[in-house]
């Protein structure tokens, strides 16, 4: 379970300049995904676009290998998406969604899903039913599990881990109770996989959206969506599907590929694949029990030195906490206290309450400074950071 610090960091060239604990933003991706990507784009450059995705086929495929591997599904069940919002959204579409229809999800899902939710509400007259949460933060589940046999909703969606709060949701729970109902499931993993061994048959559900940028430490531009047999085999299909996905099979038909990719595009930037499947294998090389233990016991760290100086207040609540770790100073914006980070070499992130309107509402701030450790960051550098923190309160 012990990782290899030294190696780690000296596979990662923006360790040398910075704090990098803005991971739940963009990671710093280490050299083997760097050099996959400008190797790549030097054979386009040096023989063409197409000419290249023709010579690296087995590159390319290799992204559905180790993602497959990453998730525990099958190459068939993986497709390449933009971002996780892109994988997200396609496999919403893919829902034929009438008036009256419900959605059940969480007062804790990410702002994109909650805005298409009430896109949805708005284009087809779909209701949107927040399931309550328990007194000490995160989704009550047997309120959840009522709410589906009661309401029988045409969805029930969670995100395993929102972008503005530490808090993991237990999604396979809600998995099992979908299961036990036949109710369609969609999980957002964006912040969670890399951060956490993420299996989609233990969770049990039939649509599953990540990014490769975030703790899976790739590109951005990247992302991924899991599709279940169940999902493919009942005809689910993006709304614009196009000439990778589907097969023009008459002069008013067509065919969808029986795979994943129907929910792909058929132009993508091919460097951007390759190093989306660098940064899959890059973390289960360095292994992802090991990135498991050690990426939230980090955050933990961070969140008890910081709830001990005079002034913070950590604002992640609920059962389970990963390394997200967000918190708000008495008589200063956030938005300046990241400011004074920045100036320190520490690089953070700024949540607005309109990102995470319950969560941030009901903690009573406008702003917070978000920050994210990974498993290659250390010890010490949590020292400097809290030390930072410390001299910004103390001002």
């Given at each position: 379970?012990?990782?290899?610090?030294?190696?780690?960091?000296n596979?990662t060239?923006?360790c040398?300049g910075?704090?990098?604990?803005?991971n739940?933003?963009?990671?710093?991706?280490?050299?083997?995904?760097?050099?996959a990507?400008?190797?790549?784009l030097?054979?386009e450059?040096?023989?063409?676009?197409y000419?290249a995705?023709?010579?690296?086929?087995?590159?390319?495929d290799g992204?559905?290998?180790?993602?497959?591997e990453?998730?525990?599904?099958d190459?068939?069940?993986?497709a390449f998406?933009?971002?996780?919002?892109?994988?997200y959204?396609?496999?919403?579409s893919?829902?034929?969604f009438?008036?009256?229809d419900l959605?059940?999800?969480?007062?804790?899902?990410?702002?994109?899903?909650?805005?298409?939710?009430?896109?949805?509400?708005r284009?087809?007259?779909?209701?949107i039913?927040?399931?309550?949460?328990?007194?000490?933060?995160?989704?009550d589940p047997?309120a959840?599990?009522?709410?589906?046999?009661e309401?029988?909703?045409?969805?029930?969606?969670?995100?395993?881990?929102?972008?503005?709060?530490?808090?993991?949701q237990?999604?396979?729970?809600?998995?099992?109770?979908?299961?036990?109902?036949?109710?369609?499931?969609?999980?957002?993993?964006c912040?969670s996989?890399?951060?956490y061994r993420v299996?989609?048959?233990?969770?049990?559900?039939?649509f599953?959206s990540?990014?490769v940028?975030?703790f899976?430490?790739g590109?951005?531009?990247?992302g991924?969506?899991?599709v279940?047999d169940?999902?493919?085999?009942?005809?689910y299909e993006?709304?614009f599907?196009?000439?990778?996905?589907?097969r023009?099979?008459?002069?008013?038909?067509?065919?969808?590929?029986?795979d994943?990719k129907r929910y792909?595009?058929?132009e993508?930037?091919y460097?951007?694949?390759?190093?989306?499947?660098a940064a899959?294998?890059?973390?289960?090389?360095?292994?992802?029990d090991?990135i498991a233990a050690?990426t939230?016991?980090?955050?933990?760290a961070?969140?008890?030195?910081?709830?001990?100086?005079?002034?913070?207040?950590?604002?992640?609540?609920?059962?389970e906490l990963?390394a997200?770790?967000t918190?708000?100073?008495?008589?200063?914006e956030?938005?300046?206290?990241?400011?004074?980070?920045?100036?320190?070499?520490?690089?953070?992130?700024?949540?607005?309450r309109?990102?995470?309107?319950?969560?941030?509402?009901?903690k009573?701030?406008?702003?917070?400074?978000?920050l994210?450790?990974?498993?290659y960051?250390?010890?010490?550098?949590?020292e400097?950071?809290?030390?930072?923190?410390?001299?910004?309160?103390?001002a």
């Open positions: 379970m012990s990782l290899d610090l030294e190696r780690l960091r596979d060239p923006g040398g910075r704090i990098h604990f803005n739940a933003g963009a990671a710093l991706m280490p050299k083997p995904v760097i050099d990507m400008t190797e790549y030097a054979l450059a040096e023989i063409g676009g000419e995705a023709d010579a690296r086929v087995e590159q390319i992204f559905y290998a180790a993602v497959a990453l998730l525990g599904c190459p068939r069940n993986v998406a933009t971002s996780a919002t892109d994988a959204a396609r496999a919403l893919s829902i034929p009438e008036r009256g959605i059940l999800t969480t007062r804790d899902d990410y702002i994109s899903n909650q805005i298409a939710f009430m896109s949805l509400r284009r087809f007259g779909v209701e039913v927040h399931a309550p949460d328990l007194d000490g933060g995160g989704l047997n959840m599990a009522q709410m589906m046999r309401r029988r909703p045409r969805l029930v969606a969670v995100t395993h881990v929102p972008t503005n709060s530490g808090l993991v237990p999604v396979a729970e809600i998995g099992r109770r979908c299961r036990e109902l036949e109710l369609l499931y969609l999980v957002d993993a912040q996989v890399g951060q299996d989609v048959e233990e969770i049990g559900c039939d599953l990540a990014t940028r975030k899976l430490r590109p951005r531009g990247s991924l969506l899991y279940s169940r999902a493919l085999e009942a005809g993006p709304l599907i196009d000439m990778r996905g589907a023009w099979t008459g002069f008013e038909q067509y065919t969808p590929v029986a994943a792909e595009d058929w993508f930037s460097a951007t694949v390759v190093g989306a499947a899959a294998r890059y973390a289960l090389s360095v292994g992802l090991a050690r939230p016991s980090l955050g933990a961070l969140r008890e030195e910081l709830d001990a100086i005079d002034g913070v207040r950590t604002l992640d609540r609920g059962p990963c997200i770790v918190f708000a100073l008495e008589r200063r956030s938005a300046d206290v990241k400011a004074e980070l920045t100036a320190r070499g520490i690089n953070s992130s700024l949540s607005q309109e990102h995470a309107l319950y969560d941030l509402t009901e009573q701030v406008e702003a917070c400074v978000r994210s450790p990974h498993y960051n250390t010890e010490r550098e949590i400097i950071v809290v030390g930072a923190v410390r001299e910004v309160a103390g």
